[in-house]
């Protein structure tokens, strides 16, 4: 089975991982990555090297990059986070926060609004770390429980025209019986790129099936009108290729991937 992968990071891993378990793997990215020069947000880091008393970790790469990028201007971050109440969105935030010494008081789902529940109320200024695109959600949040926010956002997403047109052309014209998605974000740049949503949303619903990384990804999928086929709860690559496999051989018509 040939299966597309529609992410940015991690491309060789996939292609190592696929092709052990029998999959014919093809990278077809529908996104960029570009990290935001410190200069940009140099007044934030400073701003955040003087302490906060609220800290949202989004990401585990944006909690490295934010790290770095402060020690380029001179500054160890991990003092001041370290007085701060600190919450991850979800696995992957929380276990590089825990990495850096700075186990966070309360993880989240996965998804920005299992957060919401999780925010003390009280004055102050919350530090929110940001993967490359707004977060209205929480920062109206935020500010309803009396915080100053102060966004950081160590780099951004941008489409990928090329990835884009690739997949779209695989799925529809059949050169693609899988596809694989890792954030929602490709999700999104896939449908508002694609000449015609209408048919690849048929086409994932029926002749290509759609496999996704955790919740937030599958319910992009859903948005856009697509039913997952799999979705792995574990957010892990490897999880997510061998219960793909898995799931295929427990269809009635299951053939060999």
């Known amino acids: 089975m040939r299966i597309a992968y ?9 292609k190592a991982l696929a092709q052990k378990l029998g999959f014919t793997p093809l990278l077809f990215p529908t996104q960029a990555t570009e990290k935001v020069p410190v200069p940009e947000w140099e007044d934030h ?16 790469v944006g909690v490295r990059d934010l790290l770095q990028g402060a020690k380029t201007l001179g500054l160890d971050l991990r003092g001041p986070l370290a ?8 696995a992957k935030a929380a276990r590089v926060l825990r990495e850096e010494g700075l186990p966070p008081q309360a993880t989240g789902d996965g998804t920005s609004s299992s957060l919401i529940p999780l925010l003390p109320q009280g004055m102050g200024k919350a530090a929110l770390q940001l993967y490359g695109k707004p977060l209205p959600l929480l920062e109206t949040a935020l500010r309803e ?45 896939l449908f ?16 290509v099936k759609a496999v996704a990384v955790g919740r937030v990804t599958a319910d992009a999928l859903r948005e856009w009108g697509v ?8 957010e892990r690559m490897g999880s997510m290729l061998q219960g793909f496999r898995k799931a295929l051989e427990e269809e009635p018509w299951a053939t060999s991937p």
């Open 83 to 90: 007085e701060a109440h600190r919450l991850a969105r979800g």
């Open 45 to 60: 880091l400073l701003e955040l090297g003087r302490g906060v008393d609220l800290f949202l970790a989004t990401t585990g």
């Open 192 to 207: 508002e790129g694609a000449e015609d949503p209408k048919a690849l949303q048929e086409a994932l619903n029926t002749r």
């Open 6 to 14: 529609a992410g940015l990071r991690r491309q060789e891993e996939f």
């Open 145 to 189: 429980r009396g915080y100053q926010v102060l966004p950081l956002m160590p780099y951004r997403h941008l489409p990928n025209p090329e990835g884009i047109r690739a997949l779209e052309e695989g799925i529809l014209e059949g050169a693609v019986e899988a596809v694989a998605f890792v954030a929602a974000i490709q999700v999104e740049f």
């Open 227 to 234: 039913r997952p086929f799999y979705v792995d709860e574990k």
